[in-house]
């Protein structure tokens, strides 16, 4: 019988039979300015979630705003959960914003991201509902 030539990793690392580790999704290095400038930009529903969202405060997971994922921005991301969480106002009502939306949506789940949406008036006056939605998904989701 022959020694394994690789070592036994270490207990909890990612390439353990069972352990999942989220994929890394290349971004565009530019778009990271426009990212700041979103950031500092945030609509109102879009601060009074990141309120509860940051310092993870959803489950102890880490989530991100305004991160750039491949060749677009999304609101809200959390890596370990591959969750991008968007805002709807009123600039995604028109049908070309919403085809525009779909396409983009559609592209970032062919990668493996899972998406949330909810819209800017359901952030702002629905917050506890909004919030409940993120943590029935995160607790659907996850082992």
């Known amino acids: 019988m022959e ?34 400038q979103l950031r500092q930009n945030m609509t109102p529903g879009e601060v009074i979630l990141w309120q509860h969202l940051k310092k993870k405060q959803m489950g102890g997971y880490d989530f991100d705003r305004q991160r750039p994922i491949d060749k677009y921005i999304v609101d809200f991301y959390c890596k370990k959960l591959m969750l991008a969480i968007e805002i709807d106002g009123r600039s995604h009502d028109s049908a070309a914003a919403q085809q525009s939306d779909r396409v983009r949506q559609a592209q970032l789940e062919a990668l493996g991201v899972k998406f949330l949406r909810f819209r800017e008036a359901q952030v702002r006056h629905q917050t506890q509902s909004v919030l409940h939605t993120i943590q029935t998904w995160i607790t659907k989701h996850t082992p």
């Open 3 to 36: 020694p394994n030539p690789r070592p036994t990793p270490p207990c909890g690392h990612p390439s353990q039979e069972g352990m999942r580790s989220p994929r890394f999704i290349p971004y565009r290095p530019d778009l990271k300015e426009l990212a700041r």
